[in-house]
């Protein structure tokens, strides 16, 4: 009884001790008129341990792009074509979304003619796409998705006559890929393009529901043309999938052309001013030319040309792929820079912490800081590598085809396994701010929505995922029957030498600082995940093969996960190691450790199940993960200002540049407030339940 009565008391202490006012609250208790934000973020930027501006530079790829992008912010901001004219971006309709949406885009277009600087050409589209999502996302269907499969499947002829009216949007474009019952399952497309030999016509047709184009972005209302994948039937038989080039509608009046149904898809989880939509071919004749015939080829006289390789109908995938990873770091950094600047500023505890400090909310944060640093290098490796592959399209058909399948399993890879972590990091970013960032007026909620079709878009992860995992298993069939490999796999060449180590040799917590122990740990995980994929699977036999990948489906996704991080850091390394002369470079290394160990520690449980790792190293490895996200954070508000991405931009009050977030807050919301009148519903339905009954009265 007293132990049950003793308990209860301190259980009341506890909550008395809990409502009471601690003395540090005393200033706090009934009013502050003086906000700490704006000296929280001056002394955070004091301390900074780099040059902020250095970093910048390194971020925007030179000084002369700084400048530009700075030219460029301030273009958007005082053209009133480009900015929101009064309101919030959150409160228009769809219907003004995408108004604004073409009237920034034609805008842009505009000022384009008349600027001489292609610097600031590309700057003002950069800042136009961390402005608005949805002005990237129209953008970019007709710029890279619409285009780039000109560029990659048209001929020079082809290229001559289409090109021009594209780059000045004398014909707007879509890609027409998906489908209603078969999402970007190239295979089970059901769209058909017959070649009529009698008129030398391709007839486009959709023969069922399921084969309906879906989610076309661009189609809904504006696109004037589309570059259509079809399986192509040639005297009756099908002779694989090819890209063709199919007239919507009419320039002129927008009207949609004989044999074409376009529609829209309606309201969406995000991206409003978008217009995806859905087609309907119904015997659509275009002429023999306009297939796209850099690879497949029907010529005048009737004469089919199969492609060399199937895998180049995929080729215009992998720069999509690629171009997300740095859709990815616009979202995220702009996540990030409200609640890094909101977590610094925002104070709670007993002694009036900024709860940046805390370490669960540090180490919530600071391993995303870090990724957006890491992307911002492995995206210029990658972009570079690509463009060098894709000049290859042009000049060396061979050495394109050689090249096609590692980037296409790296860009499968990196935009799966990525982005998935980048939903992770931006759901961190809205718990991070509490309830102030369920708020559509604090950005992190839009930028969710908006990034949510990532992980599904530009093919499922899973399957994207299965691709690379697919790639990877058929590397191991080559390297045991003598072969060597190359590009991302060249580590499965080794595998007796790198499995005949089954353990681990850290023996010092400082060998995980170094990058090279970090990857050989990897590619130990990688190379022992594949050579028991591999065995497991040849085991099955081609007559059971498809069963055993579906049995061991969520293991060969985890070993395209785990492959797809350790060359990400390789190339984060290679990133680096061009700026070892830069100011900035002790701060990269900095970041690239602690990417290091988050990615160990992201896969520890592979590392325990094959006895890799034991219980004391796994200690250290977290231990050193909680210790380089604390010093991270020291730097955290200096690194999110080195993005350099105005407040009209970030559009979040909570997140704003000077820390004096409240006040803008409020005045966000009050603006947002129509009138403080009664809603319309209120006499409908509200004043009837208020209404006071007469009680029964016998007098």
């Known amino acids: ?86 309101g919030h971006h ?26 001489k600087d292609q610097r600031l050409q590309q700057a003002l589209f950069k800042a136009m796409s961390y402005y608005s999502e949805s002005f990237s996302m129209r953008i970019y269907v007709h710029e890279m998705l619409f285009r780039q499969a000109l560029r990659l499947f048209g001929t020079a002829e082809q290229q001559d006559k289409w090109m021009d009216d594209i780059e000045n949007w004398k014909v707007i474009g879509c890609f027409a890929m998906t489908e209603l019952g078969h999402s970007s399952n190239l295979r089970g497309l059901e769209t058909t393009s017959t070649y009529d030999r009698a008129t030398n016509e391709w007839i486009i047709h959709s023969p069922t529901l399921t084969s309906t184009k879906w989610w076309i972005g661009m189609s809904g209302e504006t696109a004037t043309h589309t570059v259509a994948i079809c399986q192509t039937v040639i005297d009756g038989e099908n002779q694989g999938i090819n890209w063709f080039i199919v007239p919507l509608r009419d320039p002129r009046t927008g009207k949609l052309l004989p044999g074409v149904t376009c529609g829209d898809i309606g309201h969406k989880y995000s991206r409003q001013g978008l217009d995806n939509g859905w087609i309907q071919f119904t015997s659509v004749r275009i002429p023999r030319e306009y297939m796209l015939m850099k690879w497949a080829s029907m010529n005048s006289e009737g004469k089919f040309t199969p492609s060399p390789s199937p895998v180049l109908s995929y080729a215009t995938l992998i720069p999509e792929r690629f171009t997300i990873l740095g859709g990815s770091q616009v979202v ?11 977590g610094a500023v925002r104070r709670q505890g007993n002694h009036d912490e900024q709860i940046l400090d805390y370490q669960t909310h540090y180490t919530t944060l600071m391993p995303g800081l870090a990724f ?23 000049t060396d058909a061979g050495a394109f085809m050689r090249e096609i399948p590692d ?87 080794d595998y007796k030498k790198v499995l005949a180590n089954p353990k681990t040799t850290l023996q010092d917590p400082r060998d995980l600082l170094n990058p090279e122990f970090v990857v050989d740990a990897l590619t130990w995980a990688c190379t022992k995940k594949a050579m028991d994929m591999g065995a497991t699977l040849s085991k099955a036999g081609k007559s059971n093969f498809d069963l055993a990948w579906n049995e061991n489906q969520t293991e060969l996704v985890r070993l395209a996960e785990v492959h797809a991080w350790r060359y990400y850091l390789i190339l984060y390394k290679q990133g680096i190691d061009a700026h070892k002369n830069k100011s900035v470079y002790p701060m990269l290394v900095k970041i690239g450790q602690l990417m290091g160990t988050f990615t160990l520690k992201r896969h520890i449980d592979l590392f325990l199940e094959e006895g ?24 955290a508000v200096p690194l999110i200002d080195a993005w350099a991405i105005p407040d009209f931009v970030v559009k979040a009050p909570i997140g704003k540049y000077d820390g004096n977030i409240y006040p803008a807050y409020f005045a966000t919301v009050n603006a947002a407030q129509k009138s403080y009148d009664p809603p319309a519903y209120w006499h409908a339905h509200v004043a009837p339940l208020l209404k006071p009954t007469k009680k029964n009265c016998k007098c």
């Open 612 to 635: 890799y790792f034991n219980g004391s190293h796994v200690k250290h490895i977290r231990q050193l993960f909680l210790d380089q996200c604390k010093d991270l954070r020291k730097d």
């Open 372 to 394: 957006i640093y890491t992307l911002n290098i492995v995206d210029k490796v990658l972009t570079d590598k690509w463009e060098e592959v894709a000049a290859y399209a042009q």
């Open 332 to 342: 995220l950094s702009l996540a990030l820079t409200v609640a890094i600047r909101y």
């Open 90 to 115: 959150y409160d228009l309709t769809q219907a003004e979304d995408r108004e604004q949406t073409m009237r920034q885009i034609a805008r842009i277009l505009e000022i384009k003619k008349q600027l």
């Open 407 to 493: 980037q296409h399993g790296i860009s499968a890879g990196f935009k799966g396994a990525l982005s998935w972590y980048v939903t992770e990091a931006l759901e961190s970013c809205r718990r991070a701010c509490g309830g102030h960032a369920y708020s559509s007026y604090n950005a992190i909620a839009g930028l969710i929505g908006d990034y949510g079709v990532v992980t599904t878009g530009a093919g499922d992860n899973v399957v994207l995922m299965q691709q690379l995992a697919r790639y990877i298993i058929t590397a191991v069939k080559w390297v045991h029957e003598g072969q060597q490999v190359v590009g991302s796999v060249s580590y499965l060449n």
């Open 1 to 86: 009884m007293e132990s049950s009565l003793s308990t209860a008391a301190a259980r009341l202490a506890a909550v008395q001790n809990h409502l009471s006012i601690q003395p540090c609250f005393q200033r706090h208790a009934i009013h502050n008129d003086k906000p700490t934000g704006p000296a929280d973020l001056a002394r955070e930027r004091a301390n900074a341990s780099f040059k902020v501006e250095d970093m910048t530079e390194l971020i925007l790829r030179g000084k002369e792009n700084v400048d530009a992008m700075s030219v460029a912010y301030q273009m958007v901001q005082r053209d009133p074509d480009l900015r929101m004219r009064e």
